[in-house]
C-alpha cells in the first residue's frame, strides 16, 4: 500500500490543524493505521493508531485529549486531528499501516511538517 501524509505547515500554539494521509494500491479497510512523529533531534515516536474499521483508536499520553486519529475507508484516507497544539509537538508526522491482524507498520509514507510556533 502507498500512503501519501499531507496538511502540515506553521500554527501558532494553542491553534489546530488536520493532516491527512491518503491510501492506494491495496484494500485500505484491511489496514490498520497509524500516525508517528519524529521532532529535530529526536527518535521517532508513536502518535496515535486506528484499527482497520475504524472502532478501536489509541494514543500516546502526550497527545491523548488533544489529537483524534480517524479514518474513512469509502474515501481510503486516515485523518489526524490536532487540537491545542504546543511547540513541543513541533514534528515531521508520518502517516504508517500495518496489516489488520498484526501490530508491527509494514508501510511508511513521506512525513509532512508540522511546526508550532510559541
Known amino acids: 500500500v502507498q500512503l501519501q501524509a499531507s496538511g502540515g505547515g506553521l500554527v501558532q500554539a494553542g491553534g489546530s490543524r488536520r493532516l491527512f494521509c491518503a491510501a492506494s494500491?491495496?484494500?485500505?479497510?484491511?489496514?490498520?493505521m497509524g500516525w508517528f512523529r519524529q521532532a529535530p533531534g529526536k527518535e521517532r515516536e508513536f502518535v496515535a493508531d486506528?484499527?482497520?474499521?475504524?472502532?478501536?483508536?489509541a494514543y500516546a499520553d502526550s497527545v491523548k485529549g488533544r489529537f483524534t486519529i480517524s479514518r474513512d475507508n469509502a474515501k481510503n484516507t486516515v485523518y489526524l486531528q490536532m487540537n491545542s497544539l504546543r511547540p513541543e509537538d513541533t514534528a515531521v508526522y508520518y502517516c504508517?499501516?500495518?496489516?489488520?491482524?498484526?501490530?508491527?507498520?509494514?508501510?511508511w509514507g513521506q512525513g509532512t511538517l508540522v511546526t508550532v510556533s510559541s
Open positions: 504508517a499501516a500495518r496489516e489488520r491482524t498484526r501490530l508491527e507498520y509494514a508501510y
Open positions: 494500491g491495496r484494500t485500505f479497510s484491511n489496514y490498520g
Open positions: 486506528i484499527n482497520y474499521s475504524g472502532v478501536s483508536t
